[in-house]
T-cell receptor, first 113, second 113 residues
Framework: DTGVSQDPRHKITKRGQNVTFRCDPI?????LYWYRQTLGQGPEFLTY????????KSRLLSDRFSAERPKGSFSTLEIQRTEQGDSAMYLC???????????FGQGTRLTVV | DQQVKQNSPSLSVQEGRISILNCDYT??????FLWYKKYPAEGPTFLIS?????DKNEDGRFTVFLNKSAKHLSLHIVPSQPGDSAVYFC????????????FGSGTRLLVRP
């Protein structure tokens, strides 16, 4: 297993378009997290899954954002009607239940023009 | 409100000397504290952690100190190496069962040869 994988690495989209990102966690990890990082800031928690169940969503996650983890393996994060303020690095992380050590992917950098 | 703060955006040290990175937090309910290292175009990489029941944890050149009464932790790197040049994030976890991480804004460390 090569770690947490995210696709695509970069995405440029026009305002108003929908985008979808994918995350493949470490295979035995049952927890999966999404974070967002903007310039000069640390990552901010968006949401997390325990297996296929989405257990918590940050208030940062507006109605335009939706995340899924249909079979408890990979996850997708979709942003509808993108806005310039959505431009950021979207990071996925995975961990074992009860472990604080989360392993991060390389992120997807979104630019909304 | 920023629950985890890294007040020094940057730090420059000479190779072979000690690097000390500082972090303050406001929530006494945090159970664990972690340091992550981030190179450009990569996701954060776990470095070292400490439980709130300890005051020191050491791993090779890296030592983390926790002062609960002051709500302060620090990361010491001795001796510093040019390859340590990166952005270091302090994070806190454990307020609830999610183990989501609350990050500081990061300190950019430059180790000069």
């Amino acid at each position: 297993d090569t770690g947490v994988s995210q696709d695509p690495r970069h995405k440029i989209t026009k305002r108003g378009q929908n985008v979808t990102f994918r995350c493949d966690p470490i295979s035995e990890h049952n927890r999966l997290y999404w974070y967002r990082q903007t310039l000069g800031q640390g990552p901010e928690f968006l949401t997390y899954f325990q297996n296929e169940a989405q257990l918590e969503k940050s208030r940062l996650l507006s109605d335009r954002f939706s995340a899924e983890r249909p079979k408890g393996s990979f996850s997708t994060l979709e942003i509808q009607r993108t806005e310039q303020g959505d431009s950021a690095m979207y990071l996925c992380a995975s961990s074992l239940t009860g472990s604080t050590e989360a392993f991060f992917g390389q992120g997807t950098r979104l630019t909304v023009v | 409100d920023q629950q985890v703060k890294q007040n020094s955006p940057s730090l420059s040290v000479q190779e072979g000397r000690i690097s000390i990175l500082n972090c303050d937090y406001t929530n006494s309910m945090f159970d664990y504290f972690l340091w992550y290292k981030k190179y450009p175009a990569e996701g954060p990489t776990f470095l070292i952690s400490i439980s709130s029941i300890k005051d020191k944890n050491e791993d090779g050149r890296f030592t983390v100190f926790l002062n609960k009464s002051a709500k302060h932790l620090s990361l010491h790197i001795v001796p510093s190496q040019p390859g340590d040049s990166a952005v270091y994030f302090c994070a806190a976890a454990g307020m609830d069962s999610s183990y989501k991480l609350i990050f500081g804004s990061g300190t950019r460390l430059l180790v000069r040869p």
